[in-house]
């Protein structure tokens, strides 16, 4: 089970951090990433993060501003948003990729100017 939390609703250059609480699977043997959709769009890959924490990607429209940690011992997964956009507003969502893929239910992040 993947259980997101820390959207909410902030103004432009705003930040929020973003968790994800893993259970019910190895946590540290998983590739994990965040992946956001906006209305009208499809899902886009954020950030990733390897299981030994060796390997970090971003996608090009957040680097520098979004930071992706993981915690093997809590089994948390995180994502610190700084200088959010207007067009960082979408539903973010967890996802843990081994054999299978996972996805939590989503969080709601809202940007305004």
């Known amino acids: 089970q993947l259980v997101e939390s820390g959207g909410g609703s902030v103004q432009s250059g705003g930040s929020l951090r973003l968790s994800c609480a893993v259970s019910g699977l190895t946590f540290s043997n998983y590739l994990m990433s965040w992946w956001r959709q906006a209305p009208g769009k499809e899902r886009e890959l954020v950030a990733a993060i390897s299981s030994a924490d060796d390997h970090i990607n971003y996608a090009d429209s957040v680097k520098d501003r979004f930071t992706i940690s993981r915690d093997n011992v809590k089994y948390r997964l995180y994502l610190q948003m700084n200088n959010l956009k207007p067009e960082d507003t979408a539903v973010y969502y967890c996802?843990?990729?081994?054999?299978?893929?996972?996805w939590g239910q989503g969080t709601q992040v809202t940007v305004s100017s």
């Open positions: 996802c843990a990729t081994l054999s299978s893929r996972y």
